[in-house]
């Protein structure tokens, strides 16, 4: 049976699952938590609860449809996709899922923290992505902003290759013990045509060749710039099926340019899931 890896649990997540597994898909769900309709109270205006439904009371019936129809789920923050002999390797923080296709439904998330002159710096000193751009850091001194597991599966990516490595927590304390790192809060990032120093609150300076953000968890932007998957602004770039430039890998729901809302999530999932199914006829 080909496997389905589908990153979120949100309205996209379950509805590209729903019809996945109905078409025959062995679909897996990993997700870190309910995403936007966790924080969300009452929903108005989706289609057939008449007085509204609780948010938490359709996460919840989600879930628990696609799991009578046989999903699976893994509670679980996805840290990296990577290529693999399968076509893909889902890696979270505890281990690897294989895949044969994949759909990102990771809704909204761009972990920018609120650094003077980020934005100035980014693809000059500034990266999302360890995989990508480690490589021409080496024998250089980079950071690595955020102090949860995220930031430290990107030092792990990044020590592979660079000696001098250090997490910068960026005021918060951190969730690891054993590794480099500076509990400073970061004013600014400073220098030329690239970044050249780390600005602290203190009014210490250090100099640092790159970061690497990866506050919180890695969200659709972060895993789509790891897999080389076209964006535009924080969104994945799809076809009108909601396939992305990688065959095989598609996007759905907020992560997605277009309404942020339940009902062109449902939409875009049901697209993503039934093009897996013929990609994978085909593959
Ligand atoms: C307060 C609030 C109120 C809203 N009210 C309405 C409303 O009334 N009507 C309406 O139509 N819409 C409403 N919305 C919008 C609606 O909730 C979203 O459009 C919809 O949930 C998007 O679905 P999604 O599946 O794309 O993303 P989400 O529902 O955000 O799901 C994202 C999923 O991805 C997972 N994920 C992300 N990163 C990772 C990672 N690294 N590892 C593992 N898992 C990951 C999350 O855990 C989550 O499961 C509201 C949103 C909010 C925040």
Redesign the pocket.
């Known amino acids: 049976m080909k496997k389905l890896v589908i990153?979120?649990?949100?309205?996209?997540?379950?509805?590209a699952a729903l019809y996945a597994v109905r078409g025959g898909l062995d679909v897996t769900i990993?997700?870190?938590?309910?995403?936007?309709?966790?924080?969300?109270?009452?929903?108005?205006?989706?289609y057939g609860f008449d007085g509204g439904i609780s948010?938490r009371k359709l996460?919840e019936d989600g879930e628990n449809q696609a799991r009578t129809l046989g999903v699976q789920f893994v509670t679980?923050?996805?840290?990296g996709v990577e290529f693999a002999e399968s076509g893909f390797a889902v890696k979270?923080l505890s281990k690897d899922l294989e895949a044969n296709a994949v759909v990102l439904?990771?809704?909204?998330?761009r972990n920018v923290p609120p650094i003077e002159n980020i934005e100035k710096f980014e693809g000059r000193g500034v990266s999302y992505c360890a995989i990508c751009d480690g490589f021409f850091f080496r024998k250089k001194k980079v950071g690595v902003i955020g102090n949860a597991g995220?930031a430290k599966s990107e030092y792990g990516v990044l020590k592979n290759i660079i000696d001098d490595v250090t997490i910068l927590t960026d005021g918060e304390q951190p969730s690891f013990d054993s590794l480099p790192f500076t509990d400073k809060k970061i004013k600014s990032f400073e220098g030329g045509e690239k970044l050249e120093e780390v600005v602290f609150e203190d009014g210490t300076r250090e100099k640092y060749d790159g970061v690497f953000v990866a506050c919180g968890?890695?969200?659709?932007f972060?895993?789509a710039k790891k897999l080389g998957l076209e964006i535009d602004g924080n969104k994945i770039v799809t076809d009108d099926k909601r396939a992305t430039n990688i065959p095989g890998v598609y996007a759905?729901?907020?992560?997605?340019k277009g309404?942020?809302?339940?009902?062109?999530?449902v939409y875009?999932?049901m697209l993503a899931g039934t093009q897996a199914i013929q990609y994978l006829k085909k593959n």
């Open positions: 990153i979120g649990k949100g309205p996209a997540g379950i509805s990993v997700a870190k938590d309910g995403g936007a309709l966790q924080k969300a109270d009452k929903i108005d205006n989706y948010a996460l679980d923050e996805v840290v979270t439904a990771c809704g909204t998330s995220y968890s890695a969200g659709a972060e895993l759905a729901g907020d992560c997605v309404l942020q809302q339940i009902a062109k999530a875009d999932g």
